[in-house]
């Protein structure tokens, strides 16, 4: 069944409602990792030109993701789904959103980062999307893997 996917670009008084929305989506993804208390995220001058957009079922927030450009590829940040709106095409249609994003801002790829423990791999290269990198992620941990690795990818934008 096809579901009617709205996505709209999140006003600043809508940061809390971001920030909760992927906080929910990402309880699954924290039961493989958390940051360590000494980890600081991975910033850019150019992340403060990032939006975040929220994706909507019926008028029911469903997902987030950040976009934000660095040089001619656009990086996705923070991409989320909530768990009882999974295998809705909420995913593929923020993705879709952020490819338009990349169109209009001249960037010729979508990058991300991922942990290769979480699965999450697996559903990026369903998408078209090819590993750049790996290396280990110190900045995380976990109880239930010895050691963790943040996996680069990337794709270029159709």
Known sequence: MKHLISIRIASAAEREQVRSIRDRAFVSVRT????????????????????DAIASIQGLDAGVIGLYSD??????????????????GVASGLLNFAERV????????????????????????????AIVDEQLANWCESDRFDALHEVEMRRDVR
């Open 102 to 129: 990349a169109i209009e801002r001249d960037c010729r790829t979508l990058g991300l980062f991922t942990i290769l423990e979480t699965g999450n791999v697996e559903f990026f290269l369903r998408l078209s999307f």
């Open 32 to 51: 493989v990792y958390s940051p360590t208390e000494t980890a600081t995220p991975k910033s850019t001058s150019q992340e403060t030109a990032r939006i």
């Open 71 to 88: 040089g001619p590829q656009l990086r996705i940040t923070g991409l989320g789904v909530l768990p009882a709106l999974r295998k809705r």
